[in-house]
């Protein structure tokens, strides 16, 4: 029997979220029943030869000057007429304009689109636009309940068309204690410190950064054990490590810069705090629930679905530098709970965001999709 063949659409394959989702379809549907590719802008990173690794082609097409550029368009439907996919899936803001625009020219008998953000600053316009795109599509997929709200009350999509698949992830390795120790040392981060974490892109208008540097300059002559570990590169970077400087706190916090592998870092945390002013989903948090680290976070887009609190950590309002800094010293003050709220939030992590329960839920799709679809009912497996 024909093997399914699945077109993903993205902007830039590099290191986040969206690219390590298409990493895991790569590797774990069923390759008897799927054959997967990639058309996206531009690589870098280690993904792009991960996904090829996986049986998994990409083929960039260029950087387009506008979400129209018809040289872009031309080179992904080039794409579609060699790959001739079933279903096509777009996920990002541009990479579902290419699936919708590319996949109606070419007769694509399965479209998809994916938001896979919270995009509270996104003009009228666009939301209009997409809402357009979103007639062209059979399902829009939202990767968290804050998505699917902003595609059907603020883009105002058929609510019909959407459907919820919530983000998943591999679980992250456990290390042993002496490994823990033994990667302390390469940070020079004693044993005994208490280790306050961030893992993500340094754009601050979008990760606050700075709240988190300032909150814990506010605790830390109280607590000299605590440190401060920030992974991750971006363009704020040297601008956040001025601001530490400035605080009379650089000795106490520690750029490790980015990162393929994220696995020791976490392992080496004592809570894990993410503060941004916006996210969708955050994948870094159930990062984080499946080492077992108690979580504190913004209320913001999808974060309060997956970081219950009280139970697995710790909520506060956006840029409430004064609400974090007294979490992030009751969290140190109390280190039972905290390892209790860790041990729930690895159970729910485990339970509701696995890449097993993500796989499945992404295969269930497609094959629904296949098998309504009279042109490719045929190759319903």
Same mark, same amino acid.
């Given at each position: 029997?024909?093997?399914?063949?699945?077109?993903?659409?993205?902007?830039?394959?590099?290191?986040?979220?969206?690219?390590?989702?298409?990493?895991?379809?790569?590797?774990?549907?069923?390759?008897?029943?799927?054959?997967?590719?990639?058309?996206?802008?531009?690589?870098?990173?280690?993904?792009?030869?991960?996904?090829?690794?996986?049986?998994?082609?990409?083929?960039?097409?260029?950087?387009?000057?506008?979400?129209?550029?018809?040289?872009?368009?031309?080179?992904?439907?080039?794409?579609?007429?060699?790959?001739?996919?079933?279903?096509?899936?777009?996920?990002?803001?541009?990479?579902?304009?290419?699936?919708?625009?590319?996949?109606?020219?070419?007769?694509?008998?399965?479209?998809?689109?994916?938001?896979?953000?919270?995009?509270?600053?996104?003009?009228?316009?666009?939301?209009?636009?997409?809402?357009?795109?979103?007639?062209?599509?059979?399902?829009?997929?939202?990767?968290?309940?804050?998505?699917?709200?902003?595609?059907?009350?603020?883009?105002?999509?058929?609510?019909?068309?959407?459907?919820?698949?919530?983000?998943?992830?591999?679980?992250?390795? @456990? %290390?042993?204690? =002496?490994? $823990?120790?033994? #990667?302390?040392?390469?940070?020079?981060?004693?044993?005994?410190? +208490?280790? /306050?974490?961030?893992?993500?892109?340094?754009?601050?208008?979008?990760?606050?950064?700075?709240?988190?540097?300032?909150?814990?300059?506010?605790?830390?002559?109280?607590?000299?054990?605590?440190?401060?570990?920030?992974?991750?590169?971006?363009?704020?970077?040297?601008?956040?490590?001025?601001?530490?400087? @400035? %605080?009379?706190? =650089?000795? $106490?916090?520690? #750029?490790?810069?980015?990162?393929?592998?994220?696995?020791?870092? +976490?392992? /080496?945390?004592?809570?894990?705090?993410?503060?941004?002013?916006?996210?969708?989903?955050?994948?870094?948090?159930?990062?984080?629930?499946?080492?077992?680290?108690?979580?504190?976070?913004?209320?913001?887009?999808?974060?309060?679905?997956?970081?219950?609190?009280?139970?697995?950590?710790?909520?506060?309002?956006?840029?409430?530098?004064?609400?974090?800094?007294?979490?992030?010293?009751?969290?140190?003050?109390?280190?039972?709970?905290?390892?209790?709220?860790?041990?729930?939030?690895?159970?729910?992590?485990?339970?509701?965001?696995?890449?097993?329960?993500?796989?499945?839920?992404?295969?269930?799709?497609?094959?629904?999709?296949?098998?309504?679809?009279?042109?490719?009912?045929?190759?319903?497996?």
């Amino acid at each position: 029997m024909s093997k399914i063949r699945v077109l993903h659409c993205l902007q830039t394959i590099g290191s986040g979220g969206v690219e390590q989702r298409r990493l895991l379809l790569a590797k774990n549907l069923d390759k008897n029943k799927y054959e997967q590719a990639v058309v996206c802008t531009e690589t870098f990173g280690i993904i792009p030869n991960q996904l090829v690794e996986a049986d998994c082609h990409v083929f960039p097409v260029g950087t387009p000057k506008h979400p129209f550029d018809p040289k872009i368009h031309r080179n992904v439907m080039q794409v579609i007429k060699d790959f001739k996919p079933h279903i096509i899936h777009g996920a990002v803001f541009e990479g579902v304009t290419m699936a919708a625009i590319c996949g109606t020219l070419s007769r694509v008998p399965i479209i998809i689109g994916e938001e896979t953000s919270d995009p509270i600053n996104r003009k009228l316009r666009a939301n209009l636009l997409l809402k357009t795109l979103s007639l062209l599509t059979n399902k829009m997929v939202g990767v968290s309940p804050a998505s699917c709200d902003y595609l059907v009350n603020k883009a105002f999509v058929n609510k019909s068309k959407v459907i919820l698949i919530n983000n998943g992830i591999e679980p992250t390795l @456990n %290390l042993s204690e =002496s490994q $823990k120790n033994t #990667f302390r040392q390469t940070l020079n981060i004693h044993n005994d410190s +208490f280790v /306050i974490g961030f893992v993500g892109r340094l754009l601050d208008n979008h990760k606050r950064i700075s709240d988190l540097i300032i909150a814990f300059s506010r605790i830390s002559n109280k607590n000299p054990q605590a440190q401060l570990l920030i992974v991750g590169d971006g363009p704020d970077k040297v601008l956040l490590m001025q601001l530490a400087d @400035n %605080l009379n706190i =650089s000795e $106490k916090v520690i #750029f490790s810069g980015y990162q393929s592998d994220t696995t020791p870092f +976490f392992n /080496i945390m004592d809570v894990f705090v993410l503060p941004s002013a916006r996210e969708a989903f955050g994948l870094v948090l159930v990062e984080a629930m499946f080492t077992k680290i108690p979580i504190i976070a913004s209320r913001v887009g999808g974060i309060p679905y997956i970081v219950k609190d009280g139970l697995s950590g710790f909520l506060f309002e956006p840029t409430d530098i004064e609400s974090l800094a007294t979490l992030l010293q009751y969290m140190i003050n109390n280190p039972l709970e905290a390892a209790g709220m860790g041990s729930y939030g690895y159970e729910i992590a485990t339970k509701e965001f696995s890449s097993q329960r993500y796989i499945k839920d992404v295969d269930n799709l497609y094959q629904k999709l296949i098998k309504n679809n009279p042109i490719t009912s045929h190759l319903i497996h």
